[in-house]
């Protein structure tokens, strides 16, 4: 079982720069494969990155490819999304998950879900 708990969100202007963290309990953190999801109001869950349970591969959505940027350490159990030029529209719950095996952009397929950090991005 992991355990995930998602921080670092908050409210920020049109431009400027967050980093989340989500720091994750459990033994085996650094065989689960990570992603990031958000869900605005109104709105379903999407994907916003994956990373593989070495950190070698990653993806991202195309809305925030070349601005957000995905990493993890294994031996703090915890990944990170630093996120740059932040538009209004990147406004949602942001939610970390775990899954064994392969990273995915399906949230279906992730097993364990963090409660979610608020960003806000302001005009």
């Known amino acids: 079982q992991v355990q995930l708990v998602e921080s670092g969100g908050g409210l920020v202007q049109a431009g400027g720069s967050l980093r989340l963290s989500c720091a994750a309990s459990g033994r085996t953190f650094s065989t689960y494969a990570m992603g990031w999801f958000r869900q605005a109001p109104g709105k379903e869950r999407e994907f916003v990155a994956a990373?593989?349970?070495?950190?070698?591969?990653?993806y991202y959505s195309d809305s925030v490819k070349g601005r957000f940027t995905m990493s993890r350490n294994n031996a703090e159990n915890t990944v990170y999304l630093q996120m740059n030029s932040l538009k209004l529209e990147d406004t949602a719950v942001y939610y970390c998950?775990?899954?064994?095996?392969?990273?995915?952009?399906?949230?279906?397929?992730?097993?364990?879900w963090g409660q979610g950090t608020q960003v806000t991005v302001s005009s």
């Open positions: 998950a775990a899954r064994e095996y392969g990273d995915s952009s399906f949230a279906g397929d992730y097993a364990y």
């Open positions: 990373i593989s349970w070495s950190g070698g591969s990653k």
